[in-house]
């Protein structure tokens, strides 16, 4: 008998399996499967929320990663964008599921953009490799990875 208890979204099978409902896209074959990625919920808008399978190609100043989401289209979907520092804690405590993140700590790339700004100037960000959240300057640079939803 397989006895299953939910753990947050981490499903414990008693057999010694493993499995995630997050890191993996709930959207059927049409709408383009394996170009998003389920990451859990907005802790800002309750919907579900996606991001793509990978980082986006580089590094970007905080002003340029807005733009490189708001144009992207990805998995059938136009409505990207960068994720808030909230959403952005989300995706790092999933980040293993989810796949695809730079977890060296090198800096600046294990560092993400989120949306989120403090004052005019900066805007938070946080380090993948231990979770490390700061706000750093917008004319720097780091990762970036688009979410939707």
């Not at 995630?20 to 907005?42: D, H, L, N, V």
């Not at 953009?113 to 720097?140: I, L, P």
Request: glycine share 12%; charged share 20%; proline share 5%.
């Amino acid at each position: 008998m397989k006895m299953m208890t939910k753990l947050g979204a981490i499903f414990v099978l008693a057999a010694g399996l493993i499995g995630s409902s997050i890191g993996r896209s709930e959207q059927p074959p049409s709408a383009g499967a394996g170009q998003e990625i389920y990451t859990g919920s907005s802790p800002d808008t309750g919907k579900r929320m996606y991001t793509t399978p990978s980082d986006a190609p580089g590094l970007y100043q905080w002003k340029n990663a807005m733009e490189y989401c708001a144009a992207l289209q990805a998995g059938g979907h136009k409505d990207w964008r960068v994720p808030t520092r909230f959403e952005l804690n989300v995706m790092f405590n999933h980040h293993v599921a989810i796949g695809g993140f730079d977890v060296t700590g090198s800096i600046p790339v294990s560092w993400y953009w989120s949306s989120t700004e403090h004052g005019d100037d900066n805007a938070w960000d946080q380090r993948f490799s231990d979770g490390s959240r700061s706000w750093d300057g917008k004319e720097g640079v780091a990762s970036l990875r688009c979410v939707r939803g």
